[in-house]
């Protein structure tokens, strides 16, 4: 197998050169390092609820490939009562659905009940097509993102489609899960 450290420029290209699905599973509890996350989060925990930008790169990107009948779909493997990162997860969510990303969450307990490794949410990763696979590594005292990875052997890529299929199967519609959980999505003092 071999392992190739992506740029940025390589990372744009595949979200533009994909033909039919990219798929992100997202494990981590927190990203409110990442540079778009941090002052917005910040705000959102004080109840201002900042209004979200429906014209940023990312959402204008989305939509550009939904209206050519591309996919881009994630599964956000989350813990149980909610952190209040996921509370603003589920938040913002709305617009990137709204745009033409379908997203869907899944709760830890119910992900190892399906036989999900516990170790699948130390990594998030892009898979492109079913068979581009990059994997993406965060810091995990700043939630940064450190820097994404190819990988290139068929069974390394083979299993991360079947945790996507099983991830997707029981993972839930972001409103409906909203709805099956029924705790508020807002900042919640202490958490």
């Known amino acids: 197998m071999s392992r190739h450290d992506l740029t940025a420029q390589e990372l744009q290209g595949a979200f533009t050169g994909f033909e039919y699905t990219a ?12 540079s778009y996350d941090r002052s917005r989060f910040a705000r959102w925990l004080k109840g201002e609820f900042p209004e979200l930008d429906p014209d940023v790169p990312w959402k204008r990107q989305v939509r550009a490939a939904t209206a050519e009948g591309r996919q881009f779909a994630r599964v956000r ?48 990763y892009w898979l492109f097509d079913s068979r ?46 909203v709805r099956q959980v029924g705790e508020p999505v807002k900042p919640v003092t202490g958490s």
């Open 77 to 124: 493997i989350v813990s149980e009562p909610w952190s209040d990162y996921t509370r603003y997860a589920l938040w913002q969510a709305m617009q990137n659905i709204a745009a033409g990303e379908d997203i869907r969450y899944l709760s830890r307990q119910r992900a190892e009940a399906a036989g999900l490794p516990a170790g699948l949410w130390e990594h998030d």
């Open 132 to 177: 581009l696979l990059v994997v993406m590594y965060y810091d995990d005292a700043t939630d940064d993102l450190r820097r994404c990875e190819i990988l290139d052997d068929p069974a390394v890529i083979v299993r991360h489609n079947y945790w996507r299929d099983a991830a997707w199967h029981h993972a839930l519609p972001r409103d409906e899960y």
């Open 23 to 34: 798929f992100r599973l997202e494990g981590r509890e927190s990203y409110a390092g990442t």
